[in-house]
């Protein structure tokens, strides 16, 4: 089996889909993603085709290596991103070709399904306590809510009370036998996430999500080492180089690998092991498309420390089986490869040119926010 073409699809609201052809008629399916910058991956991925184009798409460690140290210039989010769809795609269509989930090929079940967390969101706050009730409601034993807004290095007592009084009243809506994690986006600075952390301790939250930017382990390390909360990072990591400090200075106990990011789903197999030496948990970040859930439930169904999933969708509009959540956990795929088909008719309507930017956030002096 030889591979015959890379085809690369943009998908609202800002996502990209591959598909891999080969002379047997098996076409793998990945999500080669950097968000917001799309179109540069979708090049980088065509890149890479020059060199794959021709060959067994079974070989699939080999070529992992061959496209990340085949290069000078290694890592970095686009071609990680590039590689981890195309990673993707290659188990799809390996498990195809054996008629075998790709957990199946990866060590074989070590759940019997996957426990799921919702988002809280709204426009107005009764919205946003409702929501979290509501998915509640609906069986979830795990949701997440972020932060609102720009935070100043050092902000103000009122901000502090806010995002903690946020919280509380998120608890109160909730209750305790659902889990609440937080993340702070990377947008807070080491001495305000100190702070906050030790303010929304009595409120038990799950886990605090990227306390402060990745460039700086040992600033991760200080907050982690000021608070009871686990601390969770990972989503702008790439390859396990990425995570070894990480993981090696306990900077963070949850890892939350995109699958889409850090090298696909070996790769991220790979990193959760790592983690498992220090008693770490994997919770992969997926708030990208139904390609990217599809494998990160093939790694999640495989690892021991898996702790929870992120999604933003299911696959409606865009699988023609999407996934099901029933009373807040997904059973595992019994299907094939990555266990999906696309609906290739409701797909048509989702098509666009790749156009989505990150959002710009602005402190209240006009100078740039982390967002």
């Known amino acids: ?63 992992w290596q061959a496209i990340y140290r085949g290069q000078f210039y290694r890592g970095g989010p686009v071609l990680c991103s590039a590689l981890s769809g195309i990673e993707q795609a290659l188990w799809d269509i390996t498990g195809k070709w054996l008629g075998q989930p790709v957990y199946k090929l990866l ?3 070590t759940r ?15 919205d946003y306590i409702n929501s ?49 994690g937080i993340d702070f986006h990377g947008r807070v600075s080491p ?11 009595p409120y038990y939250p799950m886990f605090i999500e990227e306390p402060v930017l990745p460039e700086n382990v040992d600033a991760m390390v200080t907050v982690a080492r000021s608070t009871t909360i686990p601390i969770a990072t990972g989503e702008r990591l790439f390859a396990k180089w990425g995570f070894r400090e990480v993981i090696e200075k306990q900077a963070a106990v949850i890892l939350q690998p995109d ?53 933003v969708t299911t696959g409606v509009g865009y699988l023609k089986e999407p996934f099901q959540i029933v009373n807040g956990y997904i059973e595992l795929p019994t299907k094939p490869g990555l266990g999906i088909e696309l609906d290739e008719e409701a797909l048509a309507e989702q098509i666009n040119d790749g156009t989505w930017d990150t959002p710009q956030f602005r402190h209240k002096d006009g100078s740039v926010a982390d967002w």
């Open 259 to 311: 699958i889409s990011h850090a090298g696909g789903i070996l790769e991220c197999k790979k990193i959760a092991a790592m983690a498992e030496t220090y008693f770490s948990a994997i919770a992969p970040h997926c708030p990208l498309g139904p390609i990217t859930l599809a494998a990160c439930i093939q790694l999640d169904a495989c690892i021991p420390n898996f702790l929870v999933q992120e999604h």
């Open 112 to 126: 019997d399904r996957i426990r799921m967390y919702g988002w809280v969101g709204g426009e107005t706050y009764g």
């Open 191 to 201: 001495a305000m996430a100190v702070r906050l952390a030790k303010a929304l301790e």
């Open 107 to 109: 060590g074989g079940a």
């Open 132 to 180: 979290a009730k509501v998915s509640a409601e609906a069986g979830f034993t795990a949701l997440k809510v972020g932060l609102f807004g720009a935070m100043e290095i050092v902000d103000t007592q009122e901000v502090l009370e806010d995002c903690v009084r946020r919280f509380a009243d998120l608890r109160a809506a909730v209750g305790s036998k659902v889990d609440i």
């Open 1 to 63: 089996m030889k591979i015959t073409k890379l085809e690369t699809i943009f998908v609202k609201p800002r996502w990209l889909f591959l598909k891999v052809h080969t002379d047997e008629g098996i076409i793998g399916l990945g999500e080669p993603i950097v968000e917001g910058r799309v179109q540069t991956v979708a090049t980088a991925v065509h890149e890479i085709g020059r060199y794959l184009i021709g060959e067994d798409p079974l070989r699939i460690e080999h070529h």
